[in-house]
């Protein structure tokens, strides 16, 4: 069972890297450079089938690393993540057999909403919490930004369609802990070893928050 909770999780650093990785050969430099960068929280989407050989390569290799599954989506995925060794787990939605699962995991973990509906259901169920998504196409900051004041106990990781350009915004708003993006991950940048470049993506994320 982690020791970190989901509210320590939106407090880490500024950008959770999203991850989707088709060589986990690759996985441990990738995720050196992301932490060299500044941005420890890693999340690995299990959208490829070297992702979980990716979560169990960072976590037996990477000790600065909190590495998490994310598109964790049904209960047979929420057991080969942890079996993996995740540390944290992100759905892009919830279900109740998710979220029962994911409570069994005893890992934290931020599950997704979209509508005020999903954010108070969520809240219901003891966990203000969660992942934005999809985020720009779900109205983005503004949405965010309604929420807050009706709805003060949610907490948001936004991610979808946000880039270095729109980040500063997402991450002024009172009710966002961090965001998940793609950008700094770039798939040619991975399939070329090019660590230097990723690093550097990284440590101007992580400078978004002083």
Same mark, same amino acid.
């Given at each position: @069972?982690?020791?970190?909770?989901?509210?320590?999780?939106?407090?880490?650093?500024?950008?959770? &890297? +999203?991850?989707?990785?088709?060589?986990?050969?690759? %996985? $441990? =430099?990738?995720?050196?450079?992301? +932490?060299?960068?500044?941005? /420890?929280?890693?999340?690995?989407?299990?959208?490829? /089938?070297?992702?979980?050989? %990716?979560?169990?390569?960072?976590? =037996?290799? $990477?000790?600065?690393?909190?590495?998490?599954?994310?598109? +964790?989506?049904?209960?047979?995925? $929420?057991?080969? %993540?942890?079996?993996?060794?995740?540390?944290?787990?992100?759905?892009?939605?919830?279900?109740?057999?998710?979220?029962?699962? @994911?409570?069994?995991?005893?890992?934290?973990?931020? !599950?997704?909403?979209?509508?005020?509906?999903? $954010?108070?259901?969520? *809240?219901?169920?003891?966990?203000?919490? @969660?992942?934005?998504? &999809?985020? =720009?196409?779900?109205?983005?900051?503004? +949405?965010? #930004?309604?929420?807050?004041? !009706?709805? !003060? =106990?949610? #907490?948001?990781?936004?991610?979808?369609? *946000?880039?270095?350009?729109? %980040?500063?915004?997402?991450?002024?708003?009172?009710?966002?802990?961090?965001?998940?993006?793609?950008?700094?991950? !770039?798939?040619?940048? *991975?399939?070329?070893?090019?660590?230097?470049? *990723?690093?550097?993506?990284? #440590?101007?994320?992580?400078?978004?928050? &002083?």
């Amino acid at each position: @069972m982690s020791t970190l909770n989901s509210a320590q999780l939106l407090d880490l650093a500024p950008v959770i &890297p +999203v991850v989707v990785i088709d060589d986990a050969d690759r %996985a $441990v =430099e990738l995720a050196r450079a992301l +932490v060299a960068g500044g941005l /420890p929280v890693i999340e690995v989407t299990l959208r490829t /089938p070297a992702a979980l050989r %990716a979560i169990s390569a960072i976590a =037996e290799q $990477v000790p600065g690393a909190v590495i998490g599954a994310g598109t +964790v989506n049904n209960p047979v995925l $929420v057991r080969r %993540a942890t079996e993996a060794g995740a540390q944290f787990l992100i759905s892009p939605g919830s279900t109740d057999a998710l979220l029962d699962a @994911m409570d069994a995991s005893g890992l934290p973990y931020l !599950p997704g909403a979209a509508t005020a509906s999903e $954010v108070l259901r969520l *809240i219901e169920r003891g966990h203000p919490q @969660m992942k934005f998504f &999809p985020a =720009e196409a779900s109205g983005g900051h503004a +949405v965010l #930004r309604s929420l807050a004041s !009706p709805l !003060p =106990e949610a #907490r948001f990781c936004p991610t979808g369609g *946000i880039t270095l350009a729109s %980040a500063p915004v997402y991450l002024a708003l009172p009710n966002v802990g961090c965001i998940g993006g793609t950008w700094i991950t !770039p798939l040619d940048a *991975i399939e070329l070893g090019d660590w230097t470049r *990723i690093e550097g993506l990284a #440590r101007q994320a992580a400078g978004l928050r &002083p």
